[in-house]
């Protein structure tokens, strides 16, 4: 009965540590592009989530938007193109789980259609 308790133990322990390995890194960008005309900024970015599930996408890509902002220092009108990918393979086989595209104006992100 021991054994199979700390068998049970060491299981648990293993998918905790493997969980937390993959959440150490809540998102990687692994592709960008930038394009510039006269006054307008376009971003394309291509993100890999490392997140079996993202439960609200449309925040998570404004939370990435306004860290990549704020990184870049960037001031200008500017347009995000953000495709997410659940992980490497997905990214590696070209199957993403979301597009989005934002338009930033004065630091307001809103969601273009």
Known sequence: ??????????????????F?????RPYSVRHSTV?????TLEIELYIVTNRFFVI????????????HRRI????????????????SWC????YSCAEYEYRVDNDKIQLQK
Request: glycine fraction near 2%; include cysteine.
């Open 1 to 18: 009965m021991k054994k199979r308790n700390i068998r049970i133990l060491a299981i648990l322990l293993i998918i905790a540590f493997f």
């Open 20 to 24: 937390s390995f993959i959440q150490t």
């Open 35 to 39: 394009y510039t005309n006269d006054n």
């Open 56 to 67: 609200h996408p449309d925040q998570y890509c404004k939370e990435i938007i306004q860290k």
């Open 72 to 87: 870049n220092k960037l001031s200008a009108d500017t347009t995000y193109q953000i495709v997410l990918f659940a992980n």
């Open 91 to 94: 990214f590696k086989k070209g």
